[in-house]
């Protein structure tokens, strides 16, 4: 009874996608409707004939675009399948080939006809001249793309692929689907991009004269000159990585090996990073060491120094980036040094080393590799940041900033600007290379479950003090810093008048009470509503794939695995400016065709923010006995229902976790998004940023100073629902404590 | 089909044939096995760690797919049809109790996937843990019960839906020494009253010889033995299987002569007659188990002369250990009262049952 219950349970699904795939191909519109296909204005403006808005179906009716025609061979045979059995090994080959052949030809013809007729030179000697041609494509072509997909993956599972199992076939195939199109496709189209000449032909001469430019590799800052970007980028990457290293370190060190008392304050610190945008650090910066800075002025007054642009350079980024990322460090470190199993120290003092024969012979070295592990992530967050060195730069050039130039500036060179990220994501693939196969199996540190009752032994003195010292210091910096923020913001103009106000807050925020409802009349409104709009469309969506992927991580075993769990975590490696360089290329033609839209700032948080969902829900997953899914399975769920209902309940407080720093980290993003911003859709960092170019200090900080309040509630939100989530002994909230 | 068809017994048999799982490329995890286990008895796989034993199960359960060979559950062929689709049901080792549902909730979790109506999924759900005395904890946390009484939902959720093959592995494991007997003859009791296919894994050679009709030894990724307990205990086939089920003294001999079924064998000069188990003169192997040993201060007739060279009182009895002509021997005694000293001269005889030449040793 069981059994052939189950012969029939898929049905609904395959009915389900060959119904979508009509839907998108004859009742909604096959391009991209210029207006916002959500505003719906075109179901009143000449929908179904209108050319611009009619479905694929009503274009052929009227002998337009006759090239979409083969696609209702492919939409018509999975009809044939309703009628076999799924045991037939036609329904298997029936679905497979519709599938494959409908998506590569929905990709063919998208590809090879765009807004100019055919796209490259010989598809025109080949099939003659065409006048039509095509925009790039919208919802119609996405639903048929997707039901396409989804036929061909349950094909794969009738033949038996992961024991036929249509689930979890769908999400592999599906995660692999977009996870191509956005991240290794514009990535692609950077490769390319970077070996067109100034004529238009693809040369290698042009890709190594653009390559070897003294801008990029030039060395003159050792003989007094100035040092190419790529140097510039490396020379400061390591500095940080560095520093950072170092002081996440000393913190991780006063946390867990001294009596000091606010240890929960010290974790506190590690929210900074997360609510605090990238360029923020260096505003404040700017306001103590700037020329009309707070501290610049001082040793002006008392000691007669003269003011000078000393920090904007190499030293400003410097600090800027040290104070942005040694609290990434200490969470890397505090996992890893606390991880050191106490009884291996227990063990090494009761055969008489002395503390800090302890410290030096033991604990250290145990260390290593999570010191290495903070040292490269400190060099990729500093490769790849952005904000910093674009307000505080001055002349020392670095790649992030040198790509967005070459973009934006008066140059235009897209060439120059590929090659530029080429050369940016050649350093943090890497470093994230070196990070994960090199370092991935050197790690000391593994929990084993088994219950270690050691007591970490406190630090020698003589390390004890140097680390408190550099710890209270730094900790003050930081406050200090913070203070810098927030004051900055209500005072007149900075350096000249010092005089307390709020009228920073009232340009960007005023709203006013009239008939027709409140009207937001602040500047800065416009740019706040779309920052919060479209990280709240992008959060779930993050949170969805991460989640998915996650699961498949852990629970699933498939050919090509590891190579799928590097793609998922690869855009992790990919910097910002990079990838708004690439999705420009890719995305602003046909086929897919949404630069300056609101959708391609959700699709660019989702693949930038993908990594920390799909780590949080890893680790979350991890802690989940297996067995819970294995015998929902043996009861007779299938894994989609297991899914459901097992894995995603206990899985809450990750879920939560998440939702919360995939919205909030879409707030603060800005590398990415300002090649991506439009007018219609400007975000609110690329909004301050704005501000900053032109000398608007004041609001630019009274702006930030707002988002960072925003992002700081709604982290702890997220803490409390958290904490309130407890289910059962194995919840997922306890360890959490 | 050959399972027998009861009023609501769907209890199947499980047939493997030359059944071999490989992990990865080359760690060979099931090696050709064939297995027949019939409908409504309890078979027990036994053996060590990493014998194989566990991925049996998790083949018949369908959460492992055989890499070569067939199984068959009911006759019908299942090799290749995945866990949710077979009508098989597992107690997990640690119990796996779905933590955010009530003890209803989970009991109830199988059924609501069966096509049952679901006005009749809280009644049967009710009635199985009735049957393992829970029906009074329905609306509790998994969190809220002490480790047996999940254990028994854990049943409970297994046995509501009637499986064709019941599958337990270590299910014990997780409980202490007293509750283990209790819990064990309760499973053996429902498996009985209902008529189930139960399929048991364990390590633990007393629990497997307490509950089975039938124990598979297995080792090295492949079977030892097949047989009931006392055909395993009384004559094992080789060393590991007269080892691993109860303790087992491996005595090098010499058969002299065989006359019929008997043979007599010659220990160090101490001649002993038993079943011959196939074997022909030469020299051979058998399996003595230490209470089988009896001691003697003065010499009775034939025997060994041993030499005492531990003894350690363990309350209910004495463990001697022996230095004897054939090495090293282990014994005990019942009488505890009069021990017998270390460094003391004495004379060992074989009791009349119970040691067994091993045919395959």
């Not at chain 1, 290379?433 to 630090?459: E, N």
């Not at chain 2, 759900?125 to 998994?142: C, K, M, Q, S, Y």
């Not at chain 2, 028994?152 to 337990?168: I, N, T």
């Not at chain 2, 498996?191 to 139960?198: I, S």
Request: charged residues 15%.
């Amino acid at each position: 009874m069981k059994i052939s219950s189950s012969e029939n349970k898929t049905l609904p699904v395959l009915i389900f996608w060959i119904l979508a795939g009509w839907v998108g191909f004859a009742v909604l519109p096959w391009y991209g409707v210029e207006d916002g296909f959500f505003s719906f204005d075109w179901v009143f403006d000449g929908y179904p004939m209108d050319r611009d808005y009619a479905p694929a179906a009503f274009l052929l009716a009227q002998g337009k675009n006759l090239w979409l025609a083969p696609m209702v061979f492919a939409l018509l045979a999975p009809l044939l399948v309703l009628r076999l059995k799924k045991s037939d090994p036609r329904y298997g080959a029936i679905l497979l080939a519709v599938g494959a052949a409908g998506l590569a030809w929905l990709m063919a013809q998208g590809l090879a006809i765009g807004i100019r007729g055919w796209t490259t030179d010989w598809l025109g000697l080949a099939f003659g001249p065409l006048d039509s041609r095509q925009y790039g494509m919208g919802y119609g072509a996405l639903l048929t793309a997707s039901a396409f997909l989804f036929l061909f993956t349950q094909g794969l599972a009738a033949r038996g692929a992961i024991n036929g199992d249509v689930f979890v076939v769908s999400a592999i195939t599906g995660v692999i689907a977009i996870v191509a199109i956005f991240v290794f496709f514009p990535i692609a189209k950077l490769m390319t991009a970077a070996f067109i000449g100034d004529d238009g032909s693809i040369s290698i001469l042009s890709f190594l004269a653009k390559f070897g430019d003294r801008r990029i590799w030039g060395l003159g800052c050792f003989s007094g000159g100035r040092c190419g970007a790529a140097w510039n980028s490396f020379f400061l990457a390591i500095i940080v990585a560095t520093i950072t290293t170092t002081m996440g370190l000393v913190f991780a060190l006063v946390v867990t090996r001294s009596g000091f008392k606010y240890k929960r304050l010290l974790r506190a610190l590690t929210v900074l990073p997360i609510i605090t945008p990238p360029f923020v650090i260096g505003l404040a910066i700017i306001l103590l060491f700037g020329l009309s800075g707070s501290i610049t002025g001082f040793f002006a007054d008392v000691f007669g120094v003269q003011p000078t642009r000393w920090v904007y350079g190499l030293p400003g980024i410097v600090i800027a980036q040290s104070l942005a990322y040694t609290p990434i460090a200490f969470l890397v470190l505090i996992g890893v040094v606390e991880g050191v199993s106490p009884s291996m120290e227990e063990a090494a003092q009761t055969l008489r080393a002395s503390r800090w024969e302890v410290f030096k012979t033991v604990s250290l070295p145990l260390m290593r590799p999570g010191l290495a592990n903070a040292f490269l992530l400190g060099f990729i967050e500093s490769m790849a940041d952005f904000g910093n060195p674009l307000v505080l730069g001055g002349n020392y050039d670095v790649l992030s900033t040198e790509i967005f130039f070459a973009i934006v500036g008066a140059q235009y060179d897209q060439g120059r600007a590929a090659i530029l990220a080429i050369v940016l994501l050649s350093f943090t693939l890497g470093a994230f290379y070196a990070q994960r196969f090199w370092l991935g199996r050197k790690s000391y540190t593994t929990v084993s479950g088994k219950g270690d009752s050691g007591v970490h032994p406190a630090m020698p003195r003589g390390l004890a003090i140097p680390t408190f010292a550099i710890a209270t210091i730094w900790g003050l910096f930081t406050v200090v810093i913070y203070g810098m923020i927030f004051y900055g913001s209500v005072v007149e103009v900075w350096g000249m008048n010092h005089e307390l106000t709020f009228k920073h807050y009232v340009t960007a925020f005023s709203f006013r009470f009239e008939d027709s409802g409140i009207r937001w009349s602040g500047s800065a409104w416009d740019s706040f509503w779309t920052t919060i709009k479209i990280a709240t469309i992008a959060a779930p969506l993050t949170a969805a794939i991460g989640l998915i992927t996650a699961y498949l991580l852990t629970r699933q075993n498939f050919a090509g695995r590891n190579a799928f769990e590097f793609g998922t975590m690869l855009s992790f490696a990919i910097p910002g400016t990079v990838i708004g360089v690439s999705y420009i290329l890719a995305f602003n033609v046909p086929p897919v065709e949404i630069t300056g839209t609101g959708v391609i700032l959700v699709v660019c948080f989702i693949f930038r923010n993908m990594p920390v969902g799909v780590r949080a829900g890893i680790a979350s997953m991890s802690q989940l006995d297996k067995s819970l899914d294995e015998s929902s399975l043996t009861l007779g769920a299938n894994s989609w229902q297991t899914f459901r209902g097992v894995v995603l309940p206990l899985l809450r407080p990750a879920i939560l976790a998440a939702l919360v720093y995939s919205f909030v980290r879409a707030m603060t993003a800005i590398s990415a998004v300002i090649f991506l911003v439009s007018a219609e859709y400007d975000m609110a960092t690329s909004y301050i940023i704005g501000r900053v170019e032109n000398n608007d200090y004041g609001l630019a900080i009274a702006y930030s100073t707002t988002l960072i309040f925003v992002m700081l509630s709604a982290v702890l939100l997220l803490q409390l629902l958290v904490g309130k989530i407890r289910i059962g002994r194995r919840g997922a909230g306890r360890e959490k404590e | 089909m050959t399972m027998t068809e009861t009023m609501n017994n769907k209890a199947a048999s499980v047939s493997f044939r030359n059944v071999t799982k490989v992990y990865g490329k080359d760690v060979v995890a099931v090696d050709n096995i064939d297995l027949e286990i019939e409908p409504g008895k309890l078979v027990t796989l036994l053996g060590p760690s990493g014998c194989g034993k566990t991925t049996t199960l998790r083949m018949i359960a369908g959460l492992e797919m055989s890499t070569k060979g067939s199984i068959t559950i009911g006759g019908v062929d299942v090799t290749r049809l995945p866990a949710t689709d077979r009508d098989v049901s597992m107690v997990f080792q640690s119990y796996a109790l779905f933590p955010h549902m009530t003890v209803i909730e989970n009991v109830s979790y199988g059924l609501k996937f069966s096509g049952h109506p679901k006005s009749d999924i809280r009644n049967a759900a009710l009635e199985g843990l009735g049957l393992v005395g829970l029906a009074d904890f329905a609306d509790r946390l998994p969190s809220e019960l002490s480790g047996g009484q999940q254990q028994r939902v854990a049943v409970a959720r297994a046995l509501v839906l009637k499986p064709q093959v019941l599958l337990f592995d270590e299910p014990l494991s997780n409980l202490d020494a007293k509750l283990r007997r209790q819990v064990r003859e309760e499973i053996r009791e429902i498996q009985q009253n209902l008529g189930l296919t139960v399929v048991y894994v364990t390590h633990d050679q007393e629990e497997a010889l307490a509950v089975s009709d039938t124990i598979v030894v297995m080792r090295n990724a492949g079977i030892a033995q097949i047989g009931t307990p006392r055909e395993l205990y009384d004559a094992p086939a080789d060393r590991f299987v007269a080892d691993f089920i109860g303790e087992a003294n491996l005595v090098e001999c010499a058969i002299t002569s065989v006359e019929g079924d008997t043979a007599e064998v010659d220990i160090a000069g101490y001649r002993y007659r038993l079943d011959t188990r196939g074997l022909d003169v030469g020299p051979a192997t058998m399996a003595v188990r230490p209470g089988r040993i009896v001691l003697n201060r003065d010499a009775a007739g034939d025997g060994l002369e041993v030499t005492v060279s531990k003894a350690t009182y363990v309350g209910s009895r004495m463990e001697y250990t022996l230095a004897t002509p054939v090495g090293e021997l282990f014994a005990v005694m019942d009488d505890v009262y009069d021990p017998l000293d270390v460094g003391q001269v004495v004379q060992l005889q074989f009791a009349d049952i119970g040691p067994v030449l091993l045919p395959e040793a």
